[in-house]
């Protein structure tokens, strides 16, 4: 098993990049997080999981140890394969998604690529009891923090959904939003990734 590769960064594609070791390109898969974090020509540290099928070997690369971990306690409920597990990871941080386990939101996770009602329950049981060893103490967030963080996820999730039916992909629509967190409204929330998204 491959733990990590270090090596530069040769190409870059939508959902997977060739990594340069010591002149071997290894065609590595990486979640819209992880290719935020990539630059072609720079050298880079991917963690990685090696998925074995009977037609293929498979590469997928981490730029994060969180994600990582991630990563793998997804493959490891039934029902979710690497594929949806690295969609998961491109529409959301490792940290946002322990928030939306730690609050039990099956709404929000059934909005995640690839995830029904059942599968978002299912890994709430799952996942719920390993938070404080994987993100964050939830002794540490108290009753306010989290309606102020459940109000600002559904003003959030109001304005994703607003973007996705005007065009936007989730994965650019998170990388914009995840720059501010101070929100009043939804219709701020818009108008600022609007005018974020249109520079690119």
């Known amino acids: 098993m491959i733990g990590f590769l270090r090596g530069k960064i040769s190409h870059i594609f939508s959902d997977y990049c060739f ?21 072609i020509g720079e050298e880079v540290l991917l963690y990685t999981h090696m998925h074995v099928r009977e037609d293929a070997i498979l590469l997928y690369g981490f730029f ?30 490792a940290d946002e998604f322990y928030r939306l ?14 995830i029904g009602k059942k599968t978002a329950e299912r890994i709430i049981l ?15 967030i108290t009753d306010d923090t989290v309606n102020i963080a459940d109000s600002t996820g559904n ?3 109001e304005a994703t959904e607003a973007l996705l039916t005007l065009g936007f992909q989730q ?7 995840k720059k501010r967190s101070d ?17 690119f």
């Open 19 to 39: 990594l340069d070791v010591h002149d071997v390109g290894y065609r590595v898969f990486i979640s819209h997080q992880t290719r935020n974090h990539i630059v």
């Open 64 to 93: 994060s140890q969180e994600e990582y971990d991630l990563f793998q306690h997804l493959i490891g409920i039934s029902g979710i394969g690497p594929k949806v597990a690295q969609g998961i990871l491109s529409a959301t941080t």
């Open 101 to 114: 386990i730690h609050r039990k939101d099956t709404k929000a996770i059934t909005k995640l690529p690839g």
């Open 126 to 140: 799952e996942l719920k009891d390993k938070l404080s060893a994987d993100s964050f103490e939830s002794s540490n």
């Open 155 to 157: 003003m959030v999730a």
């Open 171 to 177: 994965s650019e629509i998170q990388s914009v939003l």
């Open 183 to 199: 929100w009043e409204s939804t219709e701020e929330i818009i108008r600022y990734a609007l005018a974020e998204l249109q520079r």
